[in-house]
């Protein structure tokens, strides 16, 4: 089975502060994923890696940062926490196939930022 | 602008019943493709169906299947025989081809609560 782990459920963090989020996929997978889910507008992609290193930007990127510096780890950074990014964040991967398309997610964590 | 549209913020629905879920999309693209996820309460996403924009015949997946009726771009999700365990949200999500990968753009969600 693929697993997808996030490193908390729960976090709270206060405003200002430099927010590490955790995710790790031990598939071997080339491309991992950072999420936002928000009551009424889905999921909405921040950020994207497609090899370690490498990243792009997804449709909200602004006040995130990522850093990939092994293919199994994915990390999402607030620089300077703020409490509109208080929201649940999900993390997913993804083997880069051409017949396969299926994203798998972690258990999410919910952050709130005060 | 909005490119997947799920209208049906909730339903309820009796156990054993079927249900329909709406989903429609808005892509200019020749080659997409569509899934549909759920997400119960304890919050991770479970993949349950997959339709590419060339697959000619509805995907299915036991009690899931995908209604594709591409010239209406909509993909609605057919769950068949309700159990109490489907309460959830359930997504819509579609895939868009970006230069390194694909990104997947999703709906609002619908709530569904199966009622004994």
């Known amino acids: 089975d693929v697993k997808v782990t996030q490193s908390s459920r729960y976090l709270v963090k206060r405003t200002g502060e430099k927010v590490f989020l955790e995710c790790v996929q031990d598939m071997d997978h080339e491309n991992m994923f950072w999420y936002r889910q928000d009551p009424g507008l889905g999921l909405r992609l921040i950020y994207f890696s497609y090899d370690v290193k490498m990243k792009e930007k997804g449709d909200i990127p602004e006040g995130y940062s990522v850093s990939r510096e092994k293919k199994e780890r994915f990390s999402l950074i607030l620089e300077s926490a703020s409490t509109n990014q208080t929201s649940m964040y999900l993390c997913a991967s993804r083997e880069r196939s051409e017949t396969s398309y299926e994203q798998y997610f972690g258990p999410g964590t919910r952050l709130t930022v005060t | 602008a909005q490119k997947i549209t799920q209208t049906q913020p909730g339903m309820f629905v009796q156990e054993k019943e079927a249900v329909t879920l709406d989903c429609t999309y808005d892509?200019?693209?020749?080659?997409?493709?569509l899934f549909w996820y759920k997400q119960p309460s304890s919050g991770e996403m479970i993949f349950l169906i997959y339709q590419g924009s060339y697959d000619e015949q509805n995907a299915t997946e036991g009690r899931y299947s995908l209604n594709f009726q591409k010239a209406r771009k909509s993909a609605n999700l057919v769950i068949s025989a309700s159990q109490l365990g489907d309460s959830a949200m359930y997504f819509c999500a579609m895939r868009e081809v970006r230069s390194n990968d694909y990104k997947l753009s999703f709906g609002a969600g619908t709530t569904v609560t199966v009622r004994a």
């Open positions: 892509t200019s693209d020749q080659s997409y493709g």
